[in-house]
């Protein structure tokens, strides 16, 4: 048997690098063996160089980007899939003037992220 998750049950979180994510699916929700991750990304909105030890799934369903992995530069325009392999260091970039909106899928429920350089990604600080 199966469950639904509704998506405004899930947080959403506005990062420091341009990018709001929100993880519609993964272990918290109830998942046991797959996750899918939604971003939006401001112009110029980044995900820096990280890597995860299973594969991942990246879909442009809007916009334009690129994708770096091992330092090899890939065009990513709405309706491309990338496919990072396991152990695989890359980045996620909007290199157009529109919001990006990409979705990411994990043959895990809870896949890691292992930052290269210690990036920190945090969620912005509403305004008081």
Not at 94 to 102: A, D, F, L, R, V
């Amino acid at each position: 048997m199966g469950f639904i998750i509704h998506k405004s049950s899930q947080g959403l979180e506005k990062l420091n690098t341009g990018r709001t994510r929100q993880w519609l699916a993964n272990g918290q929700s109830g998942t046991t063996s797959t996750a899918l991750i939604e971003n939006y990304f401001e112009e110029g909105g980044f995900v820096p160089p990280h890597y995860h030890r299973t594969e991942e799934l990246l879909i442009c369903l809007e916009g334009h980007g690129l994708v770096i992995m091992n330092d090899a530069y890939y065009d990513f325009p709405a309706g491309s899939v990338a496919v990072i392999e396991p152990m695989t260091v890359h980045e996620v970039r909007n290199t157009g003037k529109e919001t990006m909106h990409m979705l990411g899928f994990f043959p895990e429920a809870d896949p890691k992220t292992i930052w290269i350089d210690n990036d920190e990604v945090l969620p912005v600080k509403p305004e008081a």
